[in-house]
Structure formats: C-alpha cells, structure tokens
C-alpha cells in the first residue's frame, strides 16, 4: 500500500511539472530577452513555484483517490433500485427526486466554496466600492450552479438531448441581457466561467458519469458529460437576475425615500 502511494505521488509529480513548465518557461523567456530585468524577489518566485507543484500534485491525488469515487459511489447509491422505491420498468423519473436534491445540494455548496469565485467575488466588490456584496455574488451563481446540476441529473435520467437544454438557456441569456443593467453582463458572463472550476468540475463530473453508469440505458460517453455546460450556463441567468431584482426593488423604494425626504425638509422650513 504505502509503496503503491508512493508509485502514484511520483508520477503525478512528474505529470505536474511536465505541465507547469510551459507556463514557466515562458515566464522566463518573457521576463529575460523581451523585457530584459531581473526578477524581484526571485526566491519567493521559485518557492511559488515549488507550492504550485506540490499543490497540484497533491490535488490530483486527491481527485483520482476521494473526489471521482466519491461522487461515483453517491450516484450508485442514490439510484438504487431498493432506495429509490422501484425495480425494472416500474422506476420514473420522479422516483429519482433524491438524486435531484443531491445534485442541487452539491452543485450549491462546491460552489459557495470554489476559490475562483472567492477572488471574482472579492475584486467585483472591491472595484464596486462594495455595491456588489460578496457574499451576494457567491450565492447568485451557487444558485445558478446547483439548479444547472439538478436540471443535468433530471436530463441524464430522462435522457433528454443536452442541446434543447443549451438552446432554451441561451435563449434565456440573450433576452435577459438586453434589460440587465450593462454593468453587471461582463461580471455576469464571467461567473459562469470561474464557478467551474478546482472544487466544483471534479464531484459534478463524477456525478454525472456515476449517474449515467447506473440509470438504466444512459452511456456515460453520451449521457455523462454536458453538466460543465449547464454549470456555466446558469450562473449568468442568475447573476443577471439578481441584479434586475436588485435594480427592480431599488426603483420600487426610492420613490418612498424620496416622499419622507420631502415631508422632513417641509417640516423643517415650516414656521
């Protein structure tokens, strides 16, 4: 066992360094011969560098070794003959409302916690002057995210083609960005982007392809993937929402702030 560990931890660590040092090279290509100047603290530089790579070395231990069973085991679990209630020709989709929750659960909380989105979050309030609120933000696009992954897993059991899905969504974004405030369309199109990413596309991928192994007649090939695209799809149907909602409830209290504002000045110049 432990050399067994040792074996797999080796050859990620080559797999990683194999794949950081384009990034790295061209750094110092960039760095020496175009713009010709010393690296400042080059030490920190390199143990960077060295934190990088253990990092993700460990990360897709991790993956390979917790996070891809894990959600195969889940899904195995939750479609059950013996738990979902049915065997056979008896089973509906509607039996499979345990895996809908699940999935809308997951999706939620991977999200909430996905580091992309943390520093999206935080720059957007930052440059914002905090009229968008982190955690705003983050629970607009968890929403997003865990309905995309309850709608993938209703599509995989159902066995509904991906593309209506896209379509429909699409259509939804185009026509919600026409009346969207403009300032949020970029922040928007892009929350759906950063959500997908270290913490959230390992369990929704291993969801999706445990989901498409046991449902009787899904292939994983087919059927498995395309819970990435719904995951980036909805964060900007939510994010824009939240911010027509928050525009909407903005108009529908200033007239009143503007009323009491009124009434006071008038009491104060009455004699």
């Not at 760095?31 to 690296?39: H, P, W």
């Not at 085991?73 to 509906?92: C, H, R, S, W, Y």
């Not at 896209?166 to 026509?175: P, S």
């Not at 900007?236 to 409830?249: D, E, F, K, P, R």
Request: aromatic share 10%; no cysteine; hydrophobic share 55%.
């Amino acid at each position: 066992m432990g050399e067994g560990w040792l074996i797999m931890l080796g050859e990620a660590l080559i797999d990683t360094v194999r794949d950081v040092l384009p990034i790295a090279l061209t750094l110092a290509v960039f760095q020496v011969l175009v713009l010709r100047r010393r690296v400042r603290n080059l030490r920190n530089v390199l143990l960077g560098f060295l934190y990088v790579i253990l990092g993700l070395t460990l990360f897709l231990v991790g993956l390979e070794e917790a996070l891809f069973p894990l959600g195969e085991i889940m899904a195995k679990q939750l479609t059950d003959p013996a738990f979902i209630g049915g065997t056979g020709a008896a089973v509906e989709w509607w039996h499979y409302y345990w895996v809908f929750v699940f999935a809308a659960a997951i999706g939620f909380a991977t999200t909430v916690a996905e580091p992309a989105l943390i520093a999206v979050a935080i720059k957007a309030s930052e440059v914002s002057s905090g009229a968008l609120g982190v955690w705003g933000l983050r629970i607009a696009v968890a929403i997003g995210v865990g309905a995309s992954v309850a709608v993938g897993a209703f599509r995989i059991v159902t066995g509904t083609p991906l593309t209506v899905y896209m379509i429909a969504g699409y259509l939804i974004v185009i026509v919600q960005t026409a009346f969207a405030p403009r300032a949020i369309i970029p922040l928007a199109y892009d929350s759906g982007g950063v959500t997908t990413s270290t913490v959230t596309v390992p369990l929704v991928t291993a969801l999706g392809l445990g989901l498409a192994s046991t449902v009787p007649g899904r292939s994983p090939l087919i059927d498995g993937f395309g819970l990435i695209a719904l995951a980036s799809l909805f964060p900007m149907i939510t994010v824009m929402g939240y911010a027509q909602l928050s525009a909407w409830w903005v108009k529908r209290t200033a007239p009143a702030t503007n009323d009491q504002t009124t009434e006071a000045e008038e009491e104060r110049g009455s004699p």
